[in-house]
C-alpha cells in the first residue's frame, strides 16, 4: 500500500502527480550537475598545476647530497625504479643591457629531465632563457660565493645565451634560468631528484633512509602552495554545497504546497484507517525516491558534459576530469535523507487532527 501510493504520486498524470515530481526532480538534477562539474573542473585545475609542479619545478621526491659521487651512485642505485638526475641551485641576480632582475639559477648538466619543459637552442654551452619579447645575447649572473676567509661574496659571470624554454608552469618560466652545471659555484649541493616513480614514494623514502639518505618529498618543497590549494578547494566545496541549501528549501516548500493539495487525499486515506505515521513515511519514501532519481540523473548528465568539455573549450584539452565516486556517495546519501526528512516534516505539520476532522465535516 505505501509503496503503491509512492509511485502512483510520482508517475501518475492524474491531479499532476507527475508534473510536480518531475518538475522537482529537474530542479534537483541541475544543481547536482553545477556542482559536480565545477568541482570536477577545480580539481582537474588544481591537479593539473600540482602535475606541473611536480614535473617541471619540484618533484616528487628528492635528496641533498655534498658529492657527485654520491649522486652518480643514487643514479645508478636507484635508475631501475625512477628516473634518476642531478643538479645545483641558488639564487641569483640576471643583468642584461636593459634591465635586472632576481631570478632561481638551476646548473644543470645532459643528466637533466627536460619532460614537461620545452626547450630550444645549442645545447647547455651558455644559460636557457624564459621566452620573452626580447631575448639578448649574452647576460651577467651574479651569485653569492665562498670568497676569502670562507666568506660570501657576491661574484658576476658572463653567459652567452644558448637557447630558450618554457613550460606550462608559469611562475617557472618567469623566476628560472638554467645555467651548464660545471659553472656552479663550489659549496652548493647537489639535489638528487626522483621523477616517473615506478614504486610509492613511502617505499622509495624508506629505501633512501635504509641507505642513510634523508629525502624531501614535494609537498614539502612547496609547502605553502599545497596547503592553498588543499584550502581552496574545501572552501570552493562548501560554498559549492550552499546550493544544496537552497534546494532543501524548495523541497520543503514544494512539499507543504503538495500536502496542502492532497489534504482530501490524506483525510481520506486517515477515515481508511491508515496512520499518520504510516502517511510520514509514504511521503518520506516519496521524498527520498525523487532525490536518488534526480542525483543518478544528475550523475549521468554531469558525466556526460565533463566527457564533451575539452572538445568545446580547447584550453581544457590537456585536463582529465574525474568524479570523486566518495564525494558523490555522501552528497547523494545526505540529500536523500535531509529529502525525506523534510517530506516527513511538512506532511506531520499538515496532518494535524483538526485539519483533518475539518476536512472530513467539508466532505
Not at 491531479?15 to 515530481?21: A, F
Not at 618554457?166 to 663550489?186: H, I, K, M
Request: proline content about 3%; some cysteine; charged content about 20%.
Amino acid at each position: 500500500m505505501t509503496l503503491r501510493l509512492v509511485f502512483r504520486y510520482m508517475f501518475s498524470p492524474a491531479n499532476r502527480h507527475r508534473g510536480r515530481t518531475l518538475r522537482i526532480m529537474l530542479g534537483l538534477a541541475l544543481s547536482t550537475v553545477l556542482m559536480l562539474c565545477v568541482i570536477s573542473i577545480m580539481d582537474a585545475l588544481q591537479n593539473g598545476r600540482m602535475d606541473a609542479v611536480r614535473e617541471v619545478r619540484s618533484f616528487p621526491v628528492t635528496v641533498s647530497v655534498q658529492s657527485l659521487d654520491e649522486a652518480l651512485w643514487l643514479e645508478e642505485r636507484y635508475g631501475d625504479v625512477a628516473k634518476v638526475f642531478h643538479y645545483k641551485e641558488q639564487g641569483g641576480l640576471l643583468s642584461t643591457s636593459t634591465d635586472s632582475r632576481g631570478v632561481v639559477v638551476r646548473y644543470i648538466d645532459g643528466s637533466y629531465d627536460f619532460s614537461g619543459i620545452y626547450a630550444v637552442g645549442e645545447g647547455l654551452s651558455g644559460v636557457l632563457l624564459p621566452y620573452g619579447q626580447s631575448v639578448p645575447m649574452s647576460v651577467s649572473l651574479t651569485t653569492l660565493e665562498e670568497g676569502n676567509a670562507v666568506r660570501m661574496a657576491p661574484r658576476s659571470r658572463d653567459y652567452a645565451v644558448s637557447g630558450l624554454f618554457q613550460s606550462r608552469l608559469g611562475d617557472f618560466n618567469s623566476l628560472y634560468v638554467f645555467a651548464p652545471l660545471d659553472s656552479a659555484p663550489e659549496g652548493l649541493e647537489y639535489t638528487v631528484a626522483f621523477k616517473d616513480l615506478k614504486v610509492g614514494e613511502e617505499e622509495l623514502a624508506s629505501s633512501l633512509e635504509a641507505d642513510g639518505y634523508g629525502c624531501t618529498f614535494w609537498w614539502q618543497r612547496e609547502s605553502i602552495l599545497h596547503s592553498a590549494l588543499q584550502l581552496e578547494k574545501v572552501v570552493m566545496t562548501l560554498l559549492l554545497s550552499s546550493l544544496y541549501i537552497i534546494v532543501f528549501v524548495q523541497i520543503v516548500q514544494s512539499a507543504l504546497m503538495l500536502s496542502h493539495t492532497k489534504r482530501r487525499e490524506c483525510a481520506s486515506l486517515a477515515l481508511m484507517g491508515m496512520t499518520k505515521r504510516r502517511l510520514c513515511l509514504t511521503f518520506g519514501l516519496l521524498g527520498a525516491l525523487m532525490c536518488i532519481i534526480a542525483m543518478v540523473l544528475g550523475l549521468v548528465l554531469s558525466a556526460i558534459l565533463l566527457a564533451t568539455l575539452p572538445h568545446m573549450l580547447p584550453s581544457l584539452s590537456l585536463a582529465s576530469f574525474a568524479i570523486d565516486p566518495i564525494f558523490f556517495l555522501i552528497l547523494c546519501v545526505c540529500m536523500t535523507l535531509l529529502s525525506a526528512l523534510g517530506y516527513m516534516v511538512a506532511f506531520a505539520l499538515r496532518l494535524r487532527e483538526d485539519e483533518v476532522l475539518e476536512v472530513l465535516n467539508a466532505v
